[in-house]
């Protein structure tokens, strides 16, 4: 048996404001609350379960979403447009700024709980160890 990820729990301070930011960001859709959750299903099959749990409980966490050149410039349109501060590193110190790491292009930005997120065309290689 292969194993793959399913999906995750991701916290908020509101599940749905979390849930459809991200979704609107990425181009995706906002699926049905179930139970304490509302889910944005990405393309390979892993679900993001958005979660509210009390604000001074959440800790911060790393999302990082590979996709396409279209989609990449799509989301970093929306994020302009919506006046959200994008950054080119994960500390936020070249804010305004993309990067080109491992010949593609990325950038960071936080949601509303504050996680931090990261879109990528390309995926991140390493030398071997």
């Given amino acids: 048996m292969s194993v793959e990820l399913n999906h995750t729990i991701i916290h908020?301070?509101?599940?749905?404001?979390?849930?459809?930011?991200l979704a609107?960001?990425?181009?995706l859709e906002v699926g049905?609350?179930?139970?304490?959750?509302?889910?944005v299903d990405v393309s390979n099959g892993v679900t993001l379960d958005f979660a509210t749990i009390p604000a001074?409980?959440?800790?911060?966490?790393?999302y990082a979403f590979l996709v396409s050149d279209e989609e990449f410039?799509?989301?970093?349109d929306?994020?302009?447009?919506a006046g959200i501060t994008?950054?080119?590193?994960?500390?936020?110190?070249?804010?305004?700024?993309?990067?080109?790491?491992?010949?593609?292009r990325g950038l960071y930005f936080l949601d509303p709980a504050g996680h931090g997120m990261e879109i990528i065309t390309t995926p991140y290689t390493f030398p071997e160890q």
């Avoid at 609107?24 to 181009?27: F, V």
């Fill in 73 to 76: 410039d799509a989301a970093f």
């Fill in 24 to 27: 609107h960001i990425l181009g």
């Fill in 12 to 21: 908020s301070r509101d599940n749905r404001e979390s849930a459809e930011f």
């Fill in 56 to 62: 001074e409980s959440i800790v911060m966490q790393h």
């Fill in 32 to 39: 049905a609350e179930w139970g304490p959750f509302v889910p």
């Fill in 78 to 81: 929306r994020l302009v447009r």
């Fill in 86 to 104: 994008y950054y080119a590193d994960p500390h936020g110190k070249q804010p305004g700024e993309i990067n080109h790491h491992h010949g593609g």
